[in-house]
Antibody, heavy 129, light 106 residues
Framework: EVQVVESGGGVVQPGGSLRLSCAVS????????MSWVRQAPGKGLEWVAN????????FYVESVRGRFTIVRDHGKNSMYLEMNNLRNEDSAVYFC??????????????????????WGRGTTVIVSS | DIQMTQSPSSLSASVGDSVTITCRSS??????LNWYQQKSGEAPRLLIY???TLHSGVPSRFRGSGSGAHFTLTISGLQPEDFATYYC??????????FGQGTRLE
């Protein structure tokens, strides 16, 4: 079964650090980009970060750039989100998601459409003093 | 930066009804538009990609349409399990993504 499972959430004081984990199974981890998406209490979804298949580069939403680092470990089939200098507004459920690219034929070639097709149940981060 | 705006923010309907949710992008994204469903307390689920292509296992009562900067999600013959929050998401500017603020169907 294709699955991603998050862990590592908890309560942390402002300015503190936390490391989230995402363990994957049921698919070849190294074949896919992976993303973190968060949802603040009662709010909508916000894409946070993603990482290339080979782990060579990560991309971030502006609000976390310089504070969060996304990494992956193919030996452990896991992805991590290292969060530093946490703020109250970082409080949210953090979801791990697999990025799947669908290819559709179009006139003159093919288009590639990125999606988030497998999601975990999330892990909760609360930043509070 | 691109912005995705959904309307309405919430919608009341009954089983059997047909409903339409709108998503507008602040920039032209051709058909690089995904739709997700999220039930309360659950993870989101991919419904539609490329604006109108149903993901595997998604019932045919869901229909996506649109291109450019204006998109719609229509659910025909609402079922009890369809009451959820729906999000659009652009993917033209991958690897960074932006979601709409969500539409709650109740």
């Amino acid at each position: 079964e294709v699955q991603v499972v998050e862990s590592g959430g908890g309560v942390v004081q402002p300015g503190g650090s936390l490391r989230l984990s995402c363990a994957v199974s049921g698919f070849t981890f190294s074949d896919y980009w992976m993303s973190w998406v968060r949802q603040a209490p009662g709010k909508g979804l916000e894409w946070v970060a993603n990482i290339k298949k080979d782990g060579s580069e990560g991309f971030y939403v502006e609000s976390v750039r310089g504070r969060f680092t996304i990494v992956r470990d193919h030996g452990k089939n896991s992805m991590y989100l290292e969060m530093n200098n946490l703020r109250n507004e970082d409080s949210a459920v953090y979801f791990c998601a697999r990025e799947f690219v669908f290819t559709l034929p179009v006139v003159g070639g093919r288009n590639h459409y990125s999606t988030l097709d497998v999601w975990g149940r999330g892990t909760t981060v609360i930043v509070s003093s | 930066d691109i912005q995705m705006t959904q309307s309405p923010s919430s919608l009341s309907a009954s089983v059997g009804d047909s409903v339409t949710i709108t998503c507008r992008s602040s920039q032209v994204i051709t058909n690089y538009l995904n739709w997700y469903q999220q039930k309360s307390g659950e993870a989101p689920r991919l419904l539609i990609y490329a604006a109108s292509t149903l993901h595997s296992g998604v019932p045919s009562r869901f229909r996506g349409s649109g291109s450019g900067a204006h998109f719609t999600l229509t659910i025909s013959g609402l079922q009890p399990e369809d009451f959820a929050t729906y999000y659009c998401q652009e993917s033209l500017f991958a690897p960074q993504y932006v979601f709409g603020q969500g539409t709650r169907l109740e």
